[in-house]
T-cell receptor
């Protein structure tokens, strides 16, 4: 079963920052947090992942809470192309990725 | 090459047909995966191959038969499917079977069983 909870949907205005939350209250010290997004009619696309520290890449930033029980994916300036379903996945060492329902992000022009 | 290539992109098959889905990657990844995704649902794991050996079979019916001929290629053989098997079938790969690395997904094969 998926170990994470996310809001079903969120809306953002174009060119504004978006903060997508995820709760993973059962996380242990070796579990990674991964984020993927899926655009319509495409396979999931890797966005970012991390263990303890905040992470940045060209697509997004990942802010992990100090107790690691929650994290936030930050898109710094949303564009229409960022409209997708965003999945937060708690990778449990020795197991495999289990996708939760995800958050459907709508970006308004 | 940083892609996972799946063929065909679309497939329509009858319930008595035999068909195969193909997945290929040339990133040197040693773990490959099959996922099934129904409309408006998240992907569900079907099979995991690690170093060309089947390591996970998530209680998938025997009408789905995976095969990993080499480290770059993954097939899913289909036989006697049911209409409820219609879905998007996704292939993914990762450097190893451990999730400390990201997965790379293909665009999927949209399967319709008639």
């Amino acid at each position: 079963d998926a170990k994470t909870t996310q809001p079903n949907s969120m809306e953002s205005n174009e060119e504004e920052p978006v903060h997508l939350p995820c709760n993973h209250s059962t996380i242990s010290g070796t579990d990674y947090i991964h984020w993927y997004r899926q655009l319509p009619s495409q396979g999931p696309e890797y966005v970012i992942h991390g263990l303890t520290s905040n992470v940045n890449n060209r697509m997004a930033s990942l802010a992990i809470a100090e107790d690691r029980k929650s994290s936030t994916l930050i898109l710094h300036r949303a564009t229409l192309r960022d409209a997708a379903v965003y999945y937060c996945i708690q990778y449990i060492y020795g197991q495999n990725f289990v996708f939760g329902p995800g958050t459907r992000l709508s970006v308004l022009p | 090459d940083t892609e996972v290539t799946q063929t065909p992109k679309h497939l329509v098959m009858g319930m008595t047909n035999k068909k195969s889905l193909k997945c290929e990657q040339h990133m040197g990844h040693r773990a490959m995966y099959w996922y099934k995704q129904k409309a408006k649902k998240p992907p569900e794991l079907m099979f995991v191959y690690s170093y060309e050996k089947l390591s996970i079979n998530e209680s998938v019916p025997s009408r789905f038969s995976p095969e990993c001929p080499n480290s770059s290629l993954l097939n899913l053989h289909l036989h006697a499917l049911q209409p409820e098997d219609s879905a998007l079938y996704l292939c993914a790969s990762s450097p190893s079977g451990e999730g400390i690395y990201g997965y790379t997904f293909g665009s999927g094969t949209r399967l319709t069983v008639v």
